[in-house]
């Protein structure tokens, strides 16, 4: 049986689209993934408080709300198995899918919402201390109490390490920002505004090669990249700005993605090159990759495919 409307990803751009299809009678089957690119439900399922998702004044702790989307979607008729897509063959309609579990699927219509994995550094020390002063999202964590007036540190040197820094200044009492080579990628204007801050500290050179501290992070140990020497700094909290890469490598080249990976939409859109599928959340959006946006654009996929299928006269 052809599929209508297939979904790939449950975190906030995959079930929003999907509560919206449902909605509008196009029973989508959303493919929730299970190992590859991040598990059922996405990134924030690995986190802790949500402050800025609207709604909740009092916060909510990210798996709450994963589970509180999932279940509004399955309320609306939206059928999901806990698989990975491995293989998407997109170049004629009906588009075919494989998986990892071995299923063959058929749709006439596609939604991308498969996310973006945040790099991280390949340390255990990093593990145990992730999520209890570890962090890959200052916009996310950064003012959370636990940060607060406290010494804080950003790995990384490109522009999303320096908005992090810069974003982290409103409520540090000091960043330090560890590169590992003696120049920013970042752009000049960013590299001027760290440069001018008063509260940030560049340190050159550097790398960390543990994080230590007792029930939460309290101190990197780092070593000079040039003269081999190690030292150690007190922070309360790192983040790791180190970049993300896209989850669309099962759509195995069929859709343009930029110099970083991102899917290409076009303008205002959620379409990509290729007719009939449509991208939401992180794994098209460099710029903000943030929960809301995430399920705004998922909402912008399936009313875009449900006028898409309409057009076609698809009853499929
Ligand atoms: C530690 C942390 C804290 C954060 N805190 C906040 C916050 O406080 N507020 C906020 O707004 N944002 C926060 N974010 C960012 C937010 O989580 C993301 O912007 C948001 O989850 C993106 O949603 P998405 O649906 O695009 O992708 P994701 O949440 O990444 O979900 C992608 C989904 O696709 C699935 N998938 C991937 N590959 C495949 C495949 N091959 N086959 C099938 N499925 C696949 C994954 O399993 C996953 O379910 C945080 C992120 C992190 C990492």
């Known amino acids: 049986m052809t599929e209508r409307l297939i979904i790939i990803g449950s975190g906030p751009a995959g079930l929003t689209a999907a509560i919206y299809a449902a909605r509008a009678n196009l029973q989508p089957f959303l493919i929730e993934g299970f190992q ?3 598990i059922p439900g996405g990134q924030l399922m690995i986190t802790t408080t949500i402050e800025n998702f609207p709604g909740f004044p009092h916060a909510i702790q990210g798996p709450r ?11 609306f008729g939206t059928r999901m198995t806990a698989d990975d897509v491995t293989d998407a063959d997109l170049s004629r309609r009906p588009f075919k899918f494989t998986t990892v579990n071995g299923e063959n699927y058929t749709a006439s219509a596609l939604i991308v919402a498969s996310g973006a994995t945040a790099r991280r550094l390949p340390l255990d020390s990093e593990k145990k201390y992730w999520g209890r002063g570890i962090s890959a999202c200052a916009t996310c964590d950064g003012s959370l109490p636990v940060f607060r007036n406290k010494e804080l540190a950003v790995i990384g040197g490109g522009d999303t390490a320096i908005e992090e820094a810069l974003h982290l200044t409103q409520f540090a009492s000091k960043v330090f920002l560890i590169h590992r080579r003696s120049e920013l990628r970042a752009s000049k204007v960013m590299q001027n505004r760290a440069t001018s801050h008063p509260k940030i ?7 960390v090669e543990e994080f230590s501290g007792e029930k939460t992070l309290n101190s990197l140990k780092l070593r000079d990249t040039v003269s081999g020497e190690r030292s150690e700094l007190a922070v309360a909290g790192a983040f790791e700005a180190i970049g993300h890469i896209p989850n669309t490598g099962f759509l195995k080249g069929h859709i343009t ?6 899917i290409v939409t076009l303008p205002g859109s959620t379409r990509t090159n290729v007719e009939g599928v449509f991208a939401a959340g ?8 943030q929960a809301v946006t995430a399920a705004a654009s998922g909402c912008m996929a399936a009313k875009e495919a ?3 299928l309409r057009d076609q006269g698809c009853d499929c």
Do not use: C, P, S
Not at 201 to 207: A, E, G, V
Not at 257 to 262: E, I, K, M, S
């Open 36 to 38: 590859e690119g991040g």
């Open 65 to 75: 709300l994963m589970a509180n989307m999932r279940e509004q979607a399955i309320k």
């Open 201 to 207: 500290t560049i340190l050159w050179n550097k790398t």
């Open 257 to 262: 993605t930029n110099d970083l990976g991102y």
């Open 282 to 289: 992180d794994v098209q959006d460099h710029k903000y990759r």
């Open 306 to 308: 449900e006028d898409w």
